[in-house]
C-alpha cells in the first residue's frame, strides 16, 4: 500500500499537486515572520468560528508518500488563512525586502494560492490519496485480523473506479485510468510488481463470518458489497 501510494504521487498531475503545496508549506514555515503571522490569522479565524481548524502546515521526507496528502490536506485546511496572510503587512514586508530570487518564489505562492483551479487540484488529490493512507494505516500492526485485508483492498480499488466528483472534474481520463490500473496491478502484480493479494487473505475473508455479516447487514447494498 506504501508502494501504491507512491505509484500514485509520481503521476504527472497528481505530482504537480504535491509539489505546489509543498512550496506553499515550505514558504511559510521557512520565514519565522509568516510562521507567527500565519498562526496569528489562523486563532484570529477561529475566535470567530470555533469549527476553523487550527491544523498546523504539515512536512514529510520525500519517500514518505503515504503521507504526501496530508501535506496537501493541512494547505486546504488554511486557504482562507493564506489568503489573508498574503494581504498582511507583515508579508508585504518580507517581499519588499527580498532578492529576486526570493521574490519569484513569493510570486509562485501567490498565484498558487490565489488560483481557485490549484485548490480544486488538491481536493481531487487528497480524494485520490487519503483512503490508501487510511486503509495502510488501518491495516498495519499485528492487531488486525486477516481476514480483513481483501475487504478493505476491494473497498479502495472500487474507490478508484468509481472516482468522485472533485476527481472526475479535475484530473484528466488518463491520469483516472492510470489510479484505477495501478490499484490493479498492486492488487494482483505485474512485471517485477508483487501483488499484495494471496489465497491466504481469501481464505480468511472466507471463513470470518462475523467480518461478512458485518458487510451484509451495515450497508444499504451489502449483499452487493459482499
Not at 481531487?124 to 478493505?152: C, F, K, Q, T, W
Not at 492510470?178 to 510488481?193: E, H, M, V
Amino acid at each position: 500500500l506504501d508502494l501504491l501510494s507512491e505509484d500514485i504521487a509520481k503521476l504527472d498531475e497528481i505530482s504537480t499537486v504535491i509539489d505546489e503545496f509543498k512550496l506553499v508549506t515550505g514558504i511559510v514555515l521557512r520565514f519565522s515572520l509568516l510562521t507567527e503571522t500565519f498562526i496569528a490569522l489562523q486563532q484570529q479565524r477561529h475566535k470567530a468560528d470555533k469549527s476553523a481548524s487550527l491544523l498546523m502546515l504539515k512536512t514529510f521526507p520525500d519517500t514518505r508518500f503515504a503521507y504526501a496528502f496530508f501535506v496537501v490536506f493541512a494547505v486546504l485546511e488554511n486557504w482562507s488563512v493564506l489568503q489573508s496572510l498574503i494581504d498582511s503587512p507583515e508579508y508585504k514586508v518580507l517581499k519588499a525586502s527580498a532578492k529576486p530570487p526570493r521574490r519569484q518564489k513569493l510570486r509562485q505562492f501567490e498565484s498558487i494560492v490565489n488560483d481557485s483551479n490549484k485548490k480544486a487540484a488538491g481536493m481531487a488529490a487528497v480524494a485520490v490519496m487519503r483512503p490508501i493512507s487510511s486503509g495502510l494505516h488501518y491495516l498495519e500492526g499485528d492487531n488486525v485480523d486477516a481476514s480483513h485485508i481483501l475487504p478493505v483492498y476491494a473497498l479502495l480499488h472500487q474507490s478508484a473506479q468509481s472516482p468522485c466528483d472533485d476527481v472526475n472534474d479535475t484530473f484528466s481520463q488518463e491520469t483516472i485510468n492510470a489510479i484505477a490500473s495501478l490499484f490493479k496491478d498492486r492488487w494482483n502484480g505485474t512485471g517485477r510488481k508483487v501483488g499484495i493479494r494471496n489465497n491466504l487473505h481469501c481464505l480468511a475473508w472466507k471463513l470470518d463470518l462475523h467480518a461478512r455479516y458485518i458487510v451484509t447487514h451495515g450497508f444499504s447494498n451489502g449483499p452487493e458489497l459482499l
